[in-house]
């Protein structure tokens, strides 16, 4: 037998930190250049935690709003409203600490709202309430309920 190592496995708080330096770093040249790094590093890596997933797409929503991929934006915000939970239980501490610059739930009422899809818009405005983004997205909410 061989004393074969393993590599190290790397925690979910070390992936969330890499992805989130190497994302700062990405923006220095831009969205687009920030929204390749996000896409790259889905595609590199096979084993992402879904509670980090939740922040890649988050990032990458906003990443793709800015540079008016609408379509990567879409499926970006659904892919995080599909993992937010995950980070919820799984990273606490880092969701509370990113709750204030939260992307993917704007993007969501954004795109929605364009595409006429009000009902989708109030479900995002609830989803902020839900999780104390403040008064500002009732206010949205109430605004959106008139175009109903």
Do not use: W
């Not at 074969?4 to 992936?15: L, M, N, Q, T």
């Not at 595609?43 to 008016?68: E, G, H, T």
């Not at 599909?82 to 606490?92: G, I, P, W």
């Amino acid at each position: 037998m061989s004393d074969r190592r393993r590599p190290p496995v790397k925690k979910s708080d070390e992936i969330l930190e890499n992805v989130f330096s190497g994302h700062r770093e990405a923006l220095i040249d831009g969205h687009e250049n920030g929204k390749r790094y996000l896409l790259n590093f889905l595609d590199k890596f096979n084993s992402i935690p879904n509670a980090v997933k939740f922040f890649i797409y988050d990032l990458l929503a906003n990443d793709a709003y800015q540079v008016d991929d609408l379509v990567l934006c879409r499926q970006a915000v659904d892919r995080a409203g599909e993992y937010l939970e995950e980070a919820r239980v799984k990273n606490t501490r880092e969701l509370t600490a990113y709750l204030p610059a939260l992307r993917f739930i704007e993007r969501g009422i954004s795109i929605t709202v364009k595409a006429g899809e009000y009902e989708a818009a109030l479900s995002f405005c609830d989803l902020a309430i839900e999780n104390g983004l403040g008064k500002a997205y009732a206010a949205k909410r109430a605004s959106i309920e008139k175009m109903l």
